[in-house]
C-alpha cells in the first residue's frame, strides 16, 4: 500500500535522482553544445559565435537548478521529520524560487542566440512563480500556527 512516508522517500530519491544527472550533464555539456551549434539554424538576433555563451549560461542554469534541487532535499527532510509549518520550509521556498526566476532570466539571455529558449524561460519563471505562491501561502501558514501555538 503506498503511504505518506513511501511518497516522501520516493520524491526524496527523485531529488537525488535528477541532482545526479544534472552532474552527468555538466560532464557532456561542451559536447551537447558543439553538435547543438552544428546542427541548429542561427535564429536569433545575435548571429555570432554561440559555442562560450550558451556553455556559461547552461552551467549558470545548472548551478542553480542543484542550488534548488539542495533545497528542495532539505524541505523534504524537513517534512519527513514533521517540521512542516516553519520558517526553514518558507527560506527553502524562498531559495527555489529565486533559483528558478534566475534560471528564467539566464535563458532569456540565451534567447538573443536561439530563440528555441523562450519557452524553457517561459516555464521555468512559471515554475518561479508557483514556488512564490506556495512560499506565500507557507509564510501565512507559520504566522498561523505561531498565533495558534501562543493562545493555547
Known amino acids: 500500500m503506498w503511504t505518506k512516508t513511501k511518497s516522501l522517500l520516493l520524491s526524496r530519491i527523485l531529488t537525488v535522482v535528477v541532482a545526479a544527472v544534472f552532474v552527468l550533464v555538466a560532464f557532456v555539456l561542451p559536447l551537447m553544445v558543439e553538435f547543438y551549434d552544428m546542427i541548429s539554424e542561427p535564429i536569433g538576433l ?6 562560450i555563451p550558451f556553455c556559461i549560461g547552461l552551467y549558470i542554469a545548472i548551478a542553480l537548478a542543484l542550488v534548488a534541487l539542495f533545497f528542495m532535499h532539505k524541505l523534504l527532510d524537513n517534512i519527513s521529520s514533521e517540521i512542516v509549518f516553519d ?42 512563480l508557483i514556488m512564490r505562491v506556495l512560499k506565500n501561502v507557507f509564510d501565512k501558514a507559520v504566522e498561523i500556527k505561531s498565533e495558534n501555538d501562543f493562545t493555547i
Open 46 to 51: 545575435i548571429k555570432g559565435e554561440i559555442f
Open 87 to 128: 520558517n526553514a520550509n518558507t527560506k527553502c521556498l524562498r531559495i527555489i524560487s529565486w533559483c528558478c526566476i534566475l534560471a528564467a532570466s539566464d535563458f532569456f539571455i540565451l534567447c538573443l542566440w536561439r530563440y528555441i529558449f523562450v519557452m524553457p524561460a517561459v516555464i521555468v519563471m512559471m515554475l518561479g
